[in-house]
């Protein structure tokens, strides 16, 4: 069987179409993915900005990591659990977008380099996350981060208007 067979499958679920074809529940889920997008995307964003000296550098970047990083989790959970519903309603529809494609080609690598970023930062040691200005490696992390998770956002909002 293939991905897109699979992929109709699930799309053609009692499921799928149901919440496809639901007035309220279709976007109320889209509605949940955005916020979960925002609560996320919106802390990612903040933290780069510190991670670059741009946003408030007084602020010790331990300090903001370890108020931030349950919120960020919570709203990934979010993200990826609304993010697997509204797939399920339009999966083969989706997997045939070029904006979807795209969409998560920029989440597999904004995902590589947070896993990077978590590593880098493990094995360096926390003597760094007090510093106004973080290592050069953190910061080329902090801009690659958003640019891919802006990537995610731009082509996440694009995927309606594009197609194959």
């Given at each position: 069987m293939t991905l897109?067979?699979?992929a109709q499958l699930l799309e053609n679920s009692?499921?799928?179409t149901a919440l496809?074809?639901?007035q309220y529940m279709f976007p109320i889920v889209e509605g949940i993915h955005l916020l979960g997008l925002a609560l996320s995307f919106g802390l990612i964003f903040f933290i780069d900005l510190r991670l670059l000296g741009i946003f408030l550098p007084e602020v010790p970047i331990s300090l903001i990591l370890q108020q931030?990083?349950?919120c960020i989790?919570?709203?990934f959970v979010t993200t990826f659990?609304?993010?697997g519903l509204l797939f399920w309603a339009e999966a083969a529809k989706m997997l045939a977008n070029s904006g979807?494609?795209?969409k998560l080609l920029f989440m597999f690598f904004a995902l590589i380099n947070a896993l990077s970023f978590e590593l880098k930062s493990v094995r360096r040691g926390s003597a760094w996350l007090d510093q106004v200005l973080a290592p050069l490696d953190i910061r080329f992390a902090a801009c690659a981060s958003l640019i891919l998770w802006g990537g995610v956002t731009i082509f996440g909002r694009l995927t309606p208007y594009m197609s194959g």
């Open positions: 897109i067979e699979i009692e499921f799928g496809r074809e639901s931030f990083r349950a989790f919570g709203g659990i609304s993010g979807f494609q795209l």
